[in-house]
């Protein structure tokens, strides 16, 4: 038999099939991922007590470690709905310090059952709402008087003008002090409290109005008598003037410039490009000291008495307020320079 023939009796493989050469070789199982483990979330529970009685006002129960005060008070807030969170002083102590809305309730010194305590701070005012209040009021005050409107001096004298030069010169650094101060509050300021307790509206309206009334009154009256040195005092006191309101604004700008808007950091305030603003090396609230400068230069300008008293008080007030916040900077920042004073350079 040819082997063409042979070929032909044999069968006939599949084009597809292949020589097998030992056992099939096994495919290699694909590996499951391995499960990651979720971490235990250990939620808190939050009693919250009147600071003054000790009465379990709210609990909140399932309380997230990451949740701040802020949030806490606004849970407590749907509980209470007379007490909105700008109302609300939390704190860890009865008589201890308002938390901040800010602290995280993990990072506090509080176990997972924390204990906070309530007090009322009554009803609220926006920072922004006083402070337009409080100075468009002696800005509007003043000039009542500077026209002599009815009802103030004797009729003789409604709607007339003073003689004299200086007192026309005083109600224009009056009316542009306040004038400034309206548009700061405005554009300028940002404030790290949006709120202030709805009492303390009055309380500055009538130390702001009451003295602007007082110091106008007096400054308008007809029978007012010009400053003892004449002309050259009234310049010189124009010029510190001046100098200390340019001055109080560029700290007010600079203090701007290091708060990002709509937050609460705090930071060291350091002299800037501008010369007005370089009084930072001396002083930790240089805006208080061009205050004061203002109203000295206004006070030698029209040589009033109750001017004289007005800058006194608000002297004292500042250095209050001076000294508190160098007390703040000193205990929040180690590397503050402790070459500055309050408020004076060297001496307070």
Same mark, same amino acid.
């Given at each position: 038999?040819?082997?063409? &023939? ?24 694909? =590996? ?7 971490? &235990? ?16 006002? +709210? @609990?909140?129960?399932?309380? #997230? ?25 939390? =704190? ?48 509007? !005050?003043?000039?009542? @008087? /500077? ?9 003789? /004298? ?12 005083? +109600? ?51 029978? /007012? ?13 124009? !010029?510190?003037?001046?100098? +200390?309101? !340019? ?15 709509g937050s609460k950091t705090r930071k060291i305030p350091y002299p800037t490009k501008n010369p @007005? ?34 800058t006194m008080v608000g002297f004292i007030q500042m250095t209050v307020w001076a000294k508190g916040?160098?007390?703040? /900077?000193?205990? #929040? ?6 070459? =500055?004073?309050?408020?004076?350079? @060297?001496?307070?």
């Amino acid at each position: 038999m040819d082997a063409l &023939a042979f070929e032909a009796t044999m069968p006939k493989r599949s084009q597809n099939a292949t020589l097998a050469v030992g056992p099939p070789t096994p495919m290699p199982a694909k =590996r499951k991922p391995a499960k990651k483990t979720k971490k &235990a979330v250990v939620f808190f529970e939050v009693e919250i007590l009147d600071a003054k009685t000790k009465d379990k006002l +709210c @609990f909140l129960d399932k309380v #997230e470690p990451n949740a701040t005060i802020g949030e806490i008070k606004s849970m407590f807030h749907k509980s209470h709905p007379q007490f909105y969170p700008a109302r609300q002083s939390i =704190r860890l102590d009865p008589k201890g310090k308002s938390l901040k809305d800010e602290d995280v309730l993990q990072h506090l010194p509080v176990g997972t059952t924390a204990t906070f305590y309530f007090r009322d701070l009554g009803a609220q005012i926006s920072w922004v709402t006083v402070f337009l209040t409080e100075y468009a009021g002696p800005l509007i !005050i003043y000039l009542l @008087f /500077y026209f002599r409107v009815p009802f103030i001096y004797a009729p003789r /004298y409604e709607f007339t003008a003073s003689k004299h030069w200086v007192v026309h010169l005083a +109600c224009m650094c009056h009316s542009f002090h306040y004038v400034k101060r309206l548009l700061e509050t405005l554009f300028v300021h940002r404030f790290s409290h949006g709120t202030m307790p709805l009492r303390n509206i009055f309380k500055n309206c009538t130390y702001y109005w009451g003295f602007a009334a007082w110091m106008a009154y007096y400054i308008n009256h007809p029978l /007012y008598t010009p400053p003892i040195y004449g002309e050259q005092q009234v310049r010189l006191a124009l !010029i510190m003037f001046l100098f +200390c309101q !340019i001055g109080n604004f560029s700290i007010h700008i600079a203090l701007r410039n290091l708060r990002p808007p709509g937050s609460k950091t705090r930071k060291i305030p350091y002299p800037t490009k501008n010369p @007005f603003t370089w009084i930072f090396l001396l002083v930790s609230c240089p805006n208080y000291t061009y205050e004061l400068g203002s109203w000295l230069g206004f006070t030698v300008m029209t040589q009033c008495l109750p001017v004289a008293f007005f800058t006194m008080v608000g002297f004292i007030q500042m250095t209050v307020w001076a000294k508190g916040k160098h007390r703040s /900077y000193l205990k #929040e920042f180690r590397d503050y320079p402790t070459l =500055r004073s309050p408020i004076l350079p @060297f001496v307070l």
